[in-house]
């Protein structure tokens, strides 16, 4: 809760050197990557994550955004019908740094703290769960469309997080920032 605090009294005292703010809502699918052996298919498992966030630009082609996740599409996986198992994403939050090319291509770094785990049956048919919650570092690249006679703009964006030992994020996502 601390560092949620600390980060909101950041951007309330940079966005008054700030050129432009917008707000964005949008969705973000993940695949989870799980490490060679564990499962056949490195990347099967794909959440997906609704997302609102608060986005800051400067003059420079930087920029800083703050934003919130709600998983809401789960997966299940099976090697064989009797080991199922069911992976959610709960909500977390982020804080990326943004350096803008031009009007449209872009890199980006982002901090996520999020919550990702599964359910399964265990011995004897008892619900066994396990989720691990990581703050971790990722980076990716993105494009923002302008919409015509609006300020407002649709981006898409493909981020990479090593999330625990051997288990690796993908994320592709589209947000409306208005």
């Known amino acids: 809760m601390k560092k949620i605090i600390i980060i909101a009294i950041f951007f309330a005292v940079?966005?008054?050197?700030?050129?432009?703010s917008r707000f964005g809502l949008g969705f973000i699918n993940s695949a989870l990557g799980l490490p060679p052996g564990v499962n056949s298919c490195t990347s099967c498992i794909d959440l997906g994550s609704l997302d609102l966030s608060y986005l800051i630009e400067y003059d420079s082609g930087l920029a800083a955004e703050v934003g919130i996740t709600y998983g809401v599409m789960e997966d299940d996986y099976a090697e064989d019908p009797t080991d199922r198992v069911n992976f959610k994403i709960k909500t977390g939050y982020y804080l990326r740094g943004i350096y803008n090319f031009n009007k449209t291509f872009f890199v980006n770094?982002?901090?996520l703290d999020t919550e990702i785990g599964g359910e399964g049956l265990g011995a004897n048919n008892q619900l066994v769960t396990n989720y691990v919650r990581e703050g971790n570092l990722g980076y990716g690249i993105g494009a923002n469309i302008a919409l015509p006679n609006s300020e407002a703009a649709v981006r898409i964006s493909y981020e990479i997080f090593d999330f625990a030992p051997g288990i690796d994020i993908d994320q592709i996502s589209i947000k409306y920032l208005f």
């Open 109 to 111: 770094a982002t901090w």
């Open 14 to 20: 940079s966005s008054v050197h700030a050129v432009e």
